[in-house]
């Protein structure tokens, strides 16, 4: 099956700096990249949708400047924490959905980010 | 907005019993998925379904659309079947979570 991986796959950072994740899709291409936010034993929510070659749309509550996503190749989509604090300590998940086929979509593994 | 449902949300089985895992939604959905996450955090897609009946393995994934329920049964489970299961509903666009199942199969 279709396979998206993310890197790193845990990250721990000091206050301040800031962290790159990166999706990729490695065997199909996505027009399409979500990013998933998951606080311990609560759902997923979702942070913005990432479409290549334009800009994200992002949910409601989740910053933009600080939650900066390129999206800039069919397969590959990033996410930077700026300025991280530890209360953006999470696992961020992406998942790409397939061009072409809007109902299918694969999920990454997740990133796990700790803020010290 | 719709709302996901789960139940049961922990659930403990004996190693070889039958588990079954509910999903209820509250609009029309165009698919539902089944999601396993594994204690690392992983997130490892097992079923997308819009009607009737999926099978992989152990698993068996159901959904009824005009009673906007679908299950998640696992036959013969194992230890490593331990894990949170989520579904996943979706209407285009936007996907929406359920709060997921943790279970625990004990040997």
């Known amino acids: 099956g279709a396979v998206v991986s993310q890197h790193p796959s845990r990250v721990i950072c000091k206050s301040g700096t800031s962290v790159k994740i990166e999706c990729r899709s490695l065997?199909?291409?996505?027009?399409?990249m979500f990013w998933y936010r998951q606080f311990p034993k609560q759902s997923l929510m979702l942070m913005a949708t990432?479409?290549?070659?334009?800009?994200?749309?992002?949910e409601q509550g989740v910053e933009k400047d600080k939650f900066l996503i390129n999206h800039a190749s069919l397969t590959l989509s990033t996410l930077t924490v700026t300025s991280a604090h530890p209360e953006d300590s999470s696992f961020y998940i992406c998942?790409?959905?397939?061009?072409?086929?809007?109902?299918?979509?694969?999920f990454g593994p997740g990133t796990r980010l700790l803020v010290l | 907005k719709n709302e996901v449902e789960q139940s049961p949300q922990n659930l403990t089985a004996q190693e070889g019993e039958f588990i079954t895992i509910n999903c209820s939604y509250s609009?029309?959905?165009?698919?539902l998925h089944w999601l396993q996450q594994h204690p690392g955090g992983g997130i490892v897609s097992l079923f997308m379904l819009s009607s009737g009946k999926k099978k992989h393995g152990r698993l068996i994934a159901t959904i009824n659309i005009q009673e906007k329920h679908s299950s998640l049964h696992i036959t013969a489970s194992h230890p490593r079947d331990s894990a949170v299961y989520i579904c996943?509903?979706?209407?285009?666009?936007?996907?929406?979570f359920g709060t997921g199942t943790s279970l625990t199969v004990i040997p």
């Open positions: 996943a509903e979706t209407t285009g666009n936007q996907f929406y």
């Open positions: 609009v029309g959905i165009s698919a």
């Open positions: 990432s479409n290549e070659g334009s800009k994200a749309t992002y």
């Open positions: 998942s790409a959905r397939v061009a072409g086929s809007p109902r299918t979509q694969y």
């Open positions: 065997d199909f291409q996505a027009t399409t």
